[in-house]
């Protein structure tokens, strides 16, 4: 498996607070991205990166910011949490521009 | 924009018949395409991959899938299906972005979720 470790695995926060999740590669792999899965949507892209501090929003970007300060660590931020915003988030890592993504194995965050 | 359809939600088979995972997708140019595998708590897992070239794509687990550009598809295929294979699959299409230094960003379908009768 890539080397991709989310963290944390698990989270449960209170509406309006904010929260990060980190997404940390040891591949040194210049593309990394932030997804969210949810029943029915499969999976969406939030942000991504094409190198450290050079990032991009996807198509459901709106209440969330990223930043890579090292090539190793991608953090994506949730402001200021609401409940639509539980879900699963799953960082990817890539080699090339065009993929294949590796996915690390998820963060399950419930907003309550 | 790219989009990518996977009509059937669910899918159950015997264990030992045939699969077939249906993908059909939308985009202009030529695409890049994937399947991945997702078993339950745990990330994605790419199965194979269609860059160019040979149109019938072999993966691991004894996955194949084959680009049919006529009709905009890229069916996932296994002969004998066994137990371990219950899980949800995803079909992806991505391309290079048209600017260099950026990502492709790829595009997924829902998902269709096998189900393998013992």
């Known amino acids: 498996d890539a080397g991709i470790t989310q963290s944390p695995r698990h989270k449960v926060t209170e509406t309006g607070t904010p929260v990060t999740l980190r997404c940390h590669q040891t591949?040194?792999?210049?593309?990394m991205y932030w997804y969210r899965q949810d029943p029915g949507h499969g999976l969406r892209l939030i942000h991504y990166?094409?190198?450290?501090?050079?990032?991009d929003k996807g198509e459901v970007s709106d209440g969330y910011s990223v930043s890579r300060s090292k090539t190793e660590d991608f953090l994506l931020t949730l402001e200021s949490a609401t409940s639509s915003q539980t879900s699963v988030y799953f960082c990817?890592?890539?080699?090339?521009?065009?993929?294949?993504?590796?996915f690390g194995n998820g963060t399950r965050l419930t907003v309550t | 924009a790219q989009s990518v359809t996977q009509p059937d939600i669910h899918i159950t088979v015997s264990e030992g018949a045939s699969l077939e995972l249906r993908c059909n997708y939308s985009y202009g140019a030529t695409p890049y395409l994937f399947w991945y595998v997702q078993s339950p708590g745990q990330g994605l897992q790419l199965l194979l991959k269609y860059f160019s070239g040979d149109t019938l794509v072999q993966g691991i687990k004894g996955f194949e899938a084959e680009f049919k550009r006529s009709q905009s598809s890229f069916n996932l295929r296994k002969p004998s299906v066994h137990w371990s294979d219950a899980a949800e699959y995803f079909c992806a299409v991505g391309s290079l972005p048209g600017r260099t230094g950026t990502a492709s960003k790829l595009t997924f379908g829902t998902g269709t979720r096998l189900q393998v009768t013992l």
């Open positions: 990166s094409y190198g450290v501090k050079d990032t």
């Open positions: 990817a890592i890539s080699e090339s521009q065009a993929g294949p993504l590796h």
């Open positions: 591949e040194n792999h210049r593309y």
